[in-house]
């Protein structure tokens, strides 16, 4: 049992850099639809071609998260805001979000002293409602496996605060939390029963926001006919992209034959914010499959899938000699 948790951890967190870095390659919030077969051309063939497929922003800050969450043995505010900013600053060319940067460079000049004082500025005050926050939450899900949900959501909550203070933002990620929380408990071998997994999620999602679990059930209920992809949309703002994550991993792999490569294909065609959402739905898939059901080619290719192994088993270990 605990061999088999462990696969799921690294399915995840390495699940999320593949769908980061093939997403990375449509990424283009102009569009609103990719045909399948244009996806499947370069995630089948093409990308053999190339030498690596770089990560972006989001690996780059589930990384520091991570990381923070093991050096602290929990959250620590002022260190996670502190390696998120170094991060940016090492290397600027992960393609982050307009107006987050704005955060690093007044987290950095005062020291990091107030971690969410920054974030709560951004919009004149409102805070972002960018999907910055539930791209990178996954370790969150991974390092609470074993407590209770209110914990899970208190610490996405203060994770995201980092960057993301308005509710839509933090409801992202705790979103995307409980989606990957879940996922870890199923089993890829039995049927998965989508509508059990919304009404979980509505069940937790109560008191703070109800609306995008009910809105992924009417999209699932009308998946054959409705165009799929005009379900919420497919854009940077966390009430988009989010929920299209969890539709696209649900309604694929719901499909018993169906594969992690199909879940990340089907998200990708989606279109707009695909490293995002292909990231987030890798995330949920991988931990559904496990790493050993994860394409061999995909992680050869991609930067930064080495890493995340290395850190899912730190993960594991963590909450195995923590939690028990
Ligand atoms: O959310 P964030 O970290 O960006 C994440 C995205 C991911 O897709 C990455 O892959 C990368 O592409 O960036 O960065 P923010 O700058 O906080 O938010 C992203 C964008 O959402 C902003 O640049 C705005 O365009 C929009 N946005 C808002 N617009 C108006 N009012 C976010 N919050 C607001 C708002 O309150
Ligand atoms: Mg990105
Ligand atoms: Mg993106």
Redesign the pocket.
């Known amino acids: 049992a605990s061999d088999r948790l462990r696969n799921k951890f690294r399915g995840c967190l390495v699940g999320a850099v593949l769908g980061d870095c093939f997403g990375a390659n449509f990424?283009d919030t102009a569009l609103r639809f990719i045909s399948l077969e244009k996806v499947r051309k370069f995630t089948r063939e093409r990308y053999q071609k190339q030498e690596v497929l770089l990560y972006?922003?989001?690996t780059a800050m589930t990384r520091s998260l991570a990381d923070s969450l093991l050096s602290n043995g929990g959250f620590n505010g002022t260190d996670m805001a502190k390696r998120f900013a170094e991060e940016y600053f090492n290397d600027q060319s992960r393609?982050?979000?307009?107006?987050?940067p704005d955060v690093f460079y007044k987290l950095q000049m005062s020291n990091y002293t107030d971690p969410e004082g920054p974030a709560n500025q951004?919009?004149d005050g409102?805070g972002?409602?960018?999907?910055?926050s539930a791209?990178r939450v996954t370790p969150v899900a991974l390092f609470t496996h074993n407590r209770s949900i209110k914990e899970a959501q208190t610490l996405a909550t203060k994770t995201s605060r980092i960057?993301?203070t308005?509710p839509d933002g933090i409801n992202g990620a705790i979103m995307q939390m409980l989606a990957v929380r879940e996922s870890l408990m199923l089993n890829a071998d039995q049927d998965l029963d989508v509508f059990a997994f919304l009404d979980k999620m509505l069940i937790y999602m109560e008191d703070i926001e109800h609306t995008l679990p009910t809105n992924i059930t009417a999209a699932m209920e009308g998946m054959d006919e409705v165009e799929k992809n005009s379900a919420f949309g497919n854009g940077?703002?966390a009430i988009e992209a989010v929920p299209a994550a969890v539709m696209a991993f649900l309604c694929i792999a719901r499909k018993p034959n169906n594969t992690f490569m199909d879940v990340i294909e089907y998200a990708l065609s989606l279109a707009g914010?695909t490293?995002?959402v292909g990231s987030m739905a890798g995330a949920i898939a991988g931990c559904f499959y496990g790493y050993n059901l994860l394409p061999k080619g995909w992680i050869e290719k991609c930067e930064g899938t080495t890493y995340a192994f290395d850190q899912a088993d730190k993960l594991f270990d963590y909450v195995m000699q923590h939690d028990k």
């Open positions: 990424e972006t922003n989001d393609f982050y979000g307009g107006h987050v951004q919009f409102s972002s409602y960018g999907n910055g791209m960057t993301h308005h940077i703002v914010d490293d995002t």
